[in-house]
């Protein structure tokens, strides 16, 4: 016989039974408020017949990540609440959740115009059998940093494998850890090649000294506490080539702070400038070649301030003609030393695109003597005249010596062909006064001035002698002459032309021979005397000659471009007033 329960066990279970209800009411209200209170959006949904899955709820915070009611949905399929579902894997996911228990974890992400305008991370899992959670937490604004991280990502990496210059990264210890593909382009090496290169395989010994000296420069700043140590650095460095070359490249470094703010790699981006760097190397060249022309030039060559005149390079040639040093004549106008009224003659050039050419400039010298030259001027560009200037004083002075001598020779044909005529009368009067003398007896009257007559015709033969020495045109024959003999002659020829108001003196201390051609001596030392007495014909005055003997040594021949030894001096001066400046 059973034994049935007391009112008192009875009361107990009941009592129990009614403790767990509301235990269980604590925990599913508790559940329900955290539910309701969860910022993340939460649907709810059951496996029923026909393998349908009923929405059978929502909490306030999917309304409001959603922006709708849920409500309106309760009761509906998946596919009946949310159409655009059917066109994922989601409602077969949803399904398996429910019916086995697998948790499921995607995003879905919601595009308008290739915009993200909605995103969630979505977890569902089975809460009962047939029954699941979706629980979904908005991400929008992380997807879109997310998005704008990777659009900025590859635009970066876009320019850096499509532009020109090479964008490079590399560590501390100077390994590359990035390189633009434009690598190829620069030094011939594909990505993977530059990168398995150090630096020393990459720089040009001399380039990398001036690098790492840089690089030394700006972590002592930074160790410093200095921002300049964090500023980029502009540099140019010679690059090895694949093929054997060399490049040169204009680089753009900085450091790149870790997240405890020290240096943790070099960003740097590198543009070949190998032609730029060539054709500075051809245009120093060219302004080698140009300058040592212009130092070289054996004319002289201005470089003048088309403003003010003033001269801003000149080379040497130009300071021989000047008399000046550079310095002084940088501190001038190219009117300081020219004669009055040379403005009137350069006004045109300062305003003319054309070059002018001038064939007489005169240069006056600080110490009073003077240059002539041809000028030729060429106007440069709007700052700068070039004059080049050739000296032609001592081509003129002889341009006047030619004239000179053939003026000399003129008049030497002349008195050749005079002296000719003269020498036959003179033949006629000496022959009748040498027979005339042969018939008179001694110690009479006639007798002594027929000699008298004839003694002058004597003398007239020697000058007509000496004239005609000086007008033959005999090659130069050097032979022993006593000079002494040659100014007795010359002087005994000039007596008879020379005024008695100039006083003739010799100091004849050398009767020793010298080599010479007797006519030429005696044409000079005519020439000379002449020279001196009719600068002497006014005022008159004494014409001293003098010769002597002279040893010529070392600097003293090779001034006058003889060899070194005895040699005869002659001396013709005179007390006229000279020549005018």
Not at 287 to 300: G, M, N, P, Q, V
Not at 362 to 385: F, S
Not at 446 to 460: D, Q
Request: aromatic share 6%; proline share 4%.
């Amino acid at each position: 016989m059973s034994k049935k329960p007391t009112h008192e066990k009875l009361q107990k279970e009941i009592k129990k039974l009614s403790q767990e209800t509301v235990e269980r009411k604590t925990t599913e209200e508790a559940y329900r408020n955290i539910v309701e209170s969860s910022p993340m959006g939460m649907h709810f949904y059951e496996l029923r017949d026909n393998d349908r899955l009923v929405f059978i709820g929502a909490n306030p915070a999917a309304d409001r990540l959603l922006g709708v009611d849920n409500q309106a949905y309760i009761g509906k399929t998946i596919e009946e609440a949310f159409p655009p579902l059917l066109q994922t894997e989601v409602p077969e996911m949803y399904r398996q959740a429910a019916r086995q228990g697998i948790l499921w974890e995607t995003e879905q992400i919601s595009y308008e115009d290739n915009q993200i305008i909605g995103a969630f991370e979505v977890r569902a899992f089975q809460i009962s059998p047939n029954k699941m959670a979706a629980v979904f937490t908005e991400i929008t604004n992380r997807k879109k940093i997310e998005k704008a991280l990777e659009d900025s990502e590859q635009s970066y990496r876009l320019i850096a494998e499509n532009v020109a210059d090479v964008i490079w990264t590399m560590d501390m210890n100077f390994r590359f850890t990035f390189i633009s593909p434009s690598i190829f382009q620069l030094r011939g090496y594909t990505v993977e090649e530059a990168m398995q290169q150090s630096i020393e395989e990459t720089v040009l010994p001399e380039s990398l000294s001036k690098l790492m000296a840089l690089v030394n420069q700006k972590l002592m700043l930074i160790e410093s506490g200095d921002d300049e140590g964090w500023s980029p650095v502009t540099f140019e460095a010679e690059q090895y080539c694949k093929d054997g070359t060399k490049t040169w490249s204009r680089n753009n470094a900085r450091f790149l702070p870790g997240p405890n703010g020290e240096p943790v790699s070099i960003l740097g981006v590198t543009r070949n400038i190998t032609e730029r760097k060539l054709a500075e190397d051809a245009l120093k060249k060219s302004e080698i070649r140009y300058r040592t022309l212009f130092e070289k030039s054996t004319d002289a060559i201005f470089i003048v301030d088309r403003d003010t005149g003033r001269y801003l390079d000149t080379n040497d040639a130009a300071l021989a003609l000047c008399g000046r040093s550079r310095q002084e004549l940088k501190q001038i106008t190219m009117l300081v030393g020219m004669p009055e009224g040379a403005w009137e003659r350069f006004d045109t050039v300062t305003d003319s695109e054309e070059s002018k050419n001038f064939r007489s400039v005169v240069y006056q010298r600080p110490d009073g003597t003077e240059r002539i030259a041809t000028l030729t001027t060429v106007p440069i560009d709007n700052r700068v005249i070039i004059g080049i200037a050739r000296d032609i004083t001592d081509e003129l002075a002889m341009e006047e010596q030619l004239r000179q001598a053939q003026k000399m020779e003129a008049i030497g044909t002349l008195a050749g062909g005079i002296a000719h005529d003269f020498n036959n009368i003179l033949s006629a009067i000496m022959g009748y006064s040498e027979l005339a003398l042969a018939d008179l007896p001694p110690e009479t009257a006639l007798r002594n001035k027929l000699e008298v007559i004839y003694r002058s015709g004597e003398r007239a033969r020697e000058l007509v002698a000496q004239i005609l020495a000086f007008s033959r045109k005999d090659e130069l024959v050097r032979s022993p002459v006593e000079m002494h003999m040659i100014i007795k002659d010359a002087l005994k020829l000039l007596r008879p032309a020379i005024p008695t108001t100039i006083d003739i003196q010799t100091q004849i201390t050398s009767k020793g021979q010298i080599l010479g051609d007797p006519t030429r001596l005696h044409q000079i030392i005519m020439n000379l005397c002449t020279n001196a007495y009719q600068a002497m014909l006014q005022t008159g005055g004494i014409l001293q000659i003098s010769f002597s003997d002279i040893e010529l040594e070392g600097d003293a021949a090779k001034r006058i471009n003889v060899p070194a030894g005895s040699y005869g001096k002659l001396t013709i001066s005179d007390s006229g007033i000279g020549i005018s400046s």
